[in-house]
């Protein structure tokens, strides 16, 4: 069987962090790295909601984009408009965080959560959400602190992690040179109770059976235990 | 147990139907029909690839557009640039059709699958990914008329159905009505051999469990094989 | 003399036919069919008017657009905005409808009518207003069913349509191989009582006299008059 | 009958003067006055021409913006794109140019001719198109002198007028608050032959019939012929 | 010692002539001429002001353009977004503006400050400063006169010119061939007494000691004195 | 006299901090510190150069952007084109390296370096610079270790500090409470011999005159001298 670079287990999650408080002039705010990926993600609290929930709760968005040499090779800033991948994920991360807040008890407020990938070297989005949710939550602390709102509005903690079948092996937590070779690539979201938000799987190789599917949401549920227990400790 | 519209059964596709050669100056193309929804779709055929595939093989792609009135109220033109939603199911359409194809017997041919829909109600991104392999065997049928391939690239068809958890019930390809009250959302993309190419899950109110996902991806699968058989009769 | 495509004489329109009711979601709707040429055209009404309107009465304008397979060879979708070729026959469209209607009538609602080019074969911006106005009717009568308007507020039928000279003769809706080959081209719209509504006319080629002129206005009028008597029958 | 502004006739034109050699940059430059109005030609010559002239002969192209404050309220600068009408009357510079030149004689030129509104009362698409030819056949001059071509190819001087029916009495060289009250505007572009290169007429008001017609063309081939005899003396 | 073309001394303006009023339709305009250099400027007065200076005083902004072809070679039209140059321009003629007006006596008034550069030969930035500072006044007469404002909010009147080191040699308002030659470029805008409101100084080629910063801070000094003389007779 | 927050000396810099490798990706990066600002700067090598420079040498060029919350309150993402502030720096940062570099000596490649500002607390473009030469240096030793270049084609250390007069006195390196008050705002950018590259600076306030300035440039060459020493330590 194939080995995993630096001898990680098929199961094993990168050695993963959260510091919190890394954008002083944010409501919340957190560094997560996993492995050499690390994504500063600041959650903004603005007065206030888009037209469409007026009368009807708070709102939470999410925005992403990577510094232009987060990756192996400089990438062209989005000064033209963001593109389909970049839209694609912060679509991801808006609907991951409001499936963990009660919105109508987060009152007229809009709190965008900005994911920006400082180093890039795979799992970029899932560590955005699972980041984004540490910052919220912190945001909705400082609320609380402040007398804005009696209690924080999170329901659950979101977390979410990739999983990936390389040389027909099912991984968790695929970083970059795993990731460029896989198969098969699913991104898991989740809240603690188990139940999932997302789940997206795309055969970028071979298409995937049932029971490869299978193997991997399994793969995918035992991280996101990992990870929801690392935010909480955050 | 509530009723769906018009009567029809949890696990019962739409009135479907693909007419074909409904561009007639595209190399392939047909309009889908399930139930109201309608999506002209048409392959175009170009010589040359773009650069990162020269020397490789040829290319397949797809474009996704709504005209304004397809649905209920106007919507305005993407005249300043495709929305989040657009190109995300554009990127789906393309990874989609690519799996069901033999990129290298396509030799240095770009081919663009067009997804245009005239009437939406619900169920438009995988009903355009049906069409879309029908308008795409239909260019490549005429590439080998024409001498140009010596047979078709296509290696399977590929297939694409909603389904979704309505009223807690799972459903089969969902119409708008029921879209817009689904708890849960799933688009599943399959090829002949029943194999996945894409799985996209997503919890619009209630977050679902492992069994519920069960239930979800058989119910697809029934829908896919009589799709199948649909494609294969145009 | 040279012959025309399908020995069409030189004073005859193409096989023309208009379909009413095709967007099923719009307020009015319809397909019109010149030859190959096919255009969907939907009106769709909003309440209120533009700022510059406020007080004064409603609004009709048009949009168009080519789907990217309506032509010979793919066309790039205009997702950059506009080009001049598309808001030159949107400004026509709109000036050629509003001559039809009265505004004050109207009230303060704003009309919106698409024009779709699903097919391409020469004439589609003269075939779109002669289609918009059935459409626009169309719209009128729901509005006028639904107990908004007292009467339906188009005063007289517009009706387009394109003359050109060809091989040094003067011919009636050109089609796309004949158009590409005219010295003169000439669009003309008028009411139902042989009124101007609007007179372009472009020598592509050689300059043309005023003879010239007088023999494709006389063209024009007989055409108008045929497409007239099908929109009434639509 | 009414009485025009400064008691102008019906049939006379604004006292109109061209100046040549203004942009002391280009290769051949005007500036034109037609009562107020008053607009910067520059025509810039560069070698080479677009794709889909290669091999066939040279190209002329035109583009058109008013300043500012040109108008009598300040208008925003076009830095998002030019809008519909702009990209109309650059279409119609360009084409009335062309019809002027002899494009195989000019060999693989590119000409770009900028028309710049100075200060905007009326007819600035007209004399943009009148005082462009100036500056192209003066630019035609210096590839001349400095031996590049063998003569001009210009084969004949273009020349544009506007004419309206304003108060139910036809007027030549309408100015603002002329234009802003006609029933119908007609922008005529004319050979030195008498033939036609462009007609286009719009019934901003009333339609106009077959007489009226006739009448506006009759003044337009007056006050071109006027025309011509100016531009030449420039 | 080198040269300077037409014999001009090292510490001597190029012929400058300011003439008034060549935008008949704006409230204050200006042709500042400095040797071929040609800049026209024009105040456009607007009620209100931008949401964040309410209750505060007026605004004073400015727009900078080169037309295409001022330039020896023609330059694109900045028709998708103002280029780094034009909007850093833009911002020094704003500030530069601002520094010489009493905004709180301006009341709730926008002006805008619109430099066009017809003839581009060097120095187009400082030339629109000071002819700005003459269309600004002019237009603050105009209020005066039409008593909106009871005296005109000039402070001081703001005046530009541009030094450099050519040569070795500092020399005053650089033209186009000395500028692309120069080594140090400075743009030096002051008041009526002598204060600094800008000091920009940039090593195109060698850096710069403090001796020559000196030299060229003295030389500006002059030329702008002149400058503001030829101001006030305008 | 007032006091400086933290009780800051009038000539005393921030705590600066410059840490080396932060984006490990790049050929040269650091993270910079001053004070609560924080700036990661990434310097990207590119074979190959713009075409206006082939057979001339290299070409060093910078771009900038601020981290959406790197503010007080959040900033939106530049995404329709970077504003005037932001290219008016980067055209700064650019022209600051360049005038540090022996071009030639590069040879034909390309480096870009990206400033990505983390925290924004005052001195941001500052900041950029003496980082970003930092970045620069270390991609050019990245360069000399894989034998590409000979030798660094830095010639000397260029760095930058902000000055500015605050409540009527000089102060070294503004923190945002200081620069938002500030009468009068002056950026300076040295070389290690003390000439300078750029002088730029601005009467926010009140106008400047020449002892003030004076005042001014002796504390940043102070500030400056401080800084190279930092530099060069990293």
């Known amino acids: 069987m194939p080995v995993r670079p630096h001898g990680r287990a098929f199961d094993a999650l ?4 959260i510091d919190t408080g890394t954008a002083p002039f944010a409501e919340g705010s957190c560094t997560i790295t996993m492995g050499m990926t690390r994504v500063l993600c600041t959650a903004s609290v603005e007065e206030g909601v888009p037209p469409w929930r007026e009368g009807v709760g708070g709102w939470v968005t999410g925005e992403y984009a990577m510094l232009p040499r987060a990756t192996n090779t400089r990438t ?10 970049t839209q694609e994920i912060q679509r ?27 180093v890039a070297d795979g799992g970029t989005r899932t560590a955005s959400i699972t980041g984004a949710c ?20 999170l329901t659950q903690w979101v977390s979410a992690v990739s999983v990936g079948i390389v040389d027909g092996e099912p991984r968790l937590d695929l970083e970059y040179v795993e990731d460029s070779a896989a198969d098969v690539d699913f991104n898991v979201v989740s809240l603690e109770d188990g139940r999932f938000v997302e789940v997206q799987g795309t055969a970028e190789g071979a298409p995937f059976d049932r029971s490869e599917l299978d193997a991997l949401l399994a793969l995918a549920g035992a991280g996101i235990t990992e990870l929801l227990h690392i935010q909480k400790s955050a």
Do not use: K
């Open 14 to 17: 990168r050695p993963t962090m």
């Open 76 to 85: 062209r800033r989005e000064r033209r408009g963001a593109g389909g991948r």
């Open 92 to 118: 991801l991360i808006g609907r991951s965080l409001r499936a963990a807040v009660d919105l109508e008890a987060l009152g007229e407020h809009t709190v965008t959560v900005d994911c920006d990938v400082l």
């Open 134 to 153: 540490v910052a919220l939550e912190s945001a909705f602390q400082t609320l609380v602190r402040e007398g804005i709102l009696p209690a924080s509005p």
